[in-house]
């Protein structure tokens, strides 16, 4: 793992709230829904751990363990977004709006209250053994902290929208410097300036560039692919996930498995001549 200096990570940001701005709706919903759900989930871990041991710190310390499984599997809070997509905008991508931004804002809002919603229900049913029964301890702890967060600020009156104001926005630091770390590491290797890519079409793959099936070297930087792009590439592949991108040439993928770009560089070039 290598480290990366702001000027270099700011560049991964900047991609990844445009990536999120023109996501589909459906990817973006689903992806909300999953993140609202696990947090809830790693939430309701924490308290019975808390409760059961009766060592708050306990909980404390599982709480993160949620909130990294969800950024690993890549899924979207709105506290997270609230950090990147604005990015994109300031750097004037093209393509990106204000409405944009909200739009995908909306929509991770909610599938957030969706998943955290569907898991309150279903620790409801489990804490109350499906409604038959007052709530067990931790149920009862999970209830205190909800009242806590509503009325507890509604008796100080305007002080406590204050209070709740200021904690609110404390939180979504943390959550943002959350993102922020998941960005600043890397692997050795995607340090490097250039990358070869085999550019045989039947070896594409997701995030591979192939010029005239010739064997290129193509940037890191995004800006720089873009610009390449623009001039001479005819072919980019895209996302496999974003089946609707435009751009994307579905049937350069195989159901079979793909081989290695550098183990069959030479077997590329000698296809790319004969084909000519």
Known sequence: MAY???SEFVTKMVDAGESKIFMS???TVIRAYMAGAMLTLAAWFAVTMSVNTGVPIIGAILFPVGFSMLYLFGFDLLTGVFV???LALIDKRPGV???GVLRNWSLVFVGNFGGAFTVAVMAAIVCTFGFSS???KVGVALGHIGESRTVGYAAHGVAGMLTLFVRGMLCNWMVSAGVVGAMISTHPRERQGDRHVDADHAVL???LRALDREHVPVPRRPASGRSFHVVRLPVLERD???GRQPGGWARFHRADALRHARAHRAQARHRAK???
Request: glycine share 4%; charged share 35%.
């Open 25 to 27: 709706t459906r990817d």
């Open 84 to 86: 990147l997509c604005p």
């Open 205 to 207: 793959r997701h995030d």
């Open 134 to 136: 007052p709530p067990d």
């Open 4 to 6: 990366l200096v702001p």
């Open 240 to 242: 496999p996930d974003r």
């Open 97 to 99: 709006t204000l409405g």
């Open 274 to 276: 004969h084909v000519r």
